[in-house]
T-cell receptor
Framework: GESVGLHLPTLSVQEGDNSIINCAYS??????FIWYKQESGKGPQFIID?????DKRQGQRVTVLLNKTVKHLSLQIAATQPGDSAVYFC???????????FGGGTRLMVKP | DAGVIQSPRHEVTEMGQEVTLRCKPI?????LFWYRQTMMRGLELLIY????????DSGMPEDRFSAKMPNASFSTLKIQPSEPRDSAVYFC????????????FGSGTQLSVL
């Protein structure tokens, strides 16, 4: 989910289906990754995070997968609901002393 | 917990005026961050504090921007003079302990400079 200027990539899914939001990160030395959800008019809300020594981490209805070989991160949402409609951001951190670098975001639209 | 509190939610001002944005971090958090969000650039880190001390302000666009954190429960971001290109949503975030993990964001201030 990389931004292309004014246009956010959009994923449209049917309510009840599973959603997969992808993110390509830039630095092979990044040690920490995090997903945020941002609803219209609100600040980013923490969803789930994962460290580079893990490949997978599960939360409630969400799973984050990390593929360090191809520098790819994905967020899977099970049984997508209308309340999941939002913009989703991934972020990476190069090491503990550095800042989070946010991706451009992907808009998820859930059709009832 | 009330979360990170920002004020005002919306600010409309004229070019050249001074703008002050306010933030109250989550109690007990020792890191505070100011971000700016635009459609073109996404989320950009402007400055962050640790225990009220500014650590990195390399993201502050220019001298018109300044930030202070006089105590653990309050921070301000000031723009003087403001310009139309400063129009954006400004977010404050806070975290505890290990830097740059699990930042908690406020609801933001939508700034429009006419």
């Amino acid at each position: 989910g990389e931004s292309v200027g004014l246009h956010l990539p959009t994923l449209s899914v049917q309510e009840g289906d599973n959603s997969i939001i992808n993110c390509a990160y830039s630095n092979s030395a990044s040690d920490y990754f995090i997903w945020y959800k941002q609803e219209s008019g609100k600040g980013p809300q923490f969803i789930i995070d994962i460290r580079s020594n893990m490949d997978k981490r599960q939360g409630q209805r969400v799973t984050v997968l990390l593929n360090k070989t191809v520098k790819h991160l994905s967020l899977q949402i099970a049984a997508t609901q209308p309340g999941d409609s939002a913009v989703y951001f991934c972020a990476e951190r190069y090491n503990a002393g550095n800042m989070l670098t946010f991706g451009g975001g992907t808009r998820l639209m859930v059709k009832p | 917990d009330a979360g990170v509190i920002q004020s005002p939610r919306h600010e409309v001002t004229e070019m050249g005026q001074e703008v002050t944005l306010r933030c109250k971090p989550i109690s007990g958090h020792d890191y505070l961050f100011w971000y700016r969000q635009t459609m073109m650039r996404g989320l950009e880190l402007l400055i962050y504090f640790n225990n009220n001390v500014p650590i990195d302000d390399s993201g502050m666009p220019e001298d018109r921007f300044s930030a202070k954190m006089p105590n653990a429960s309050f921070s301000t971001l000031k723009i003087q003079p403001s310009e139309p290109r400063d129009s954006a949503v400004y977010f404050c975030a806070s975290s505890f302990g290990q830097t740059n993990e699990k930042l908690f964001f406020g609801s933001g201030t939508q700034l429009s400079v006419l």
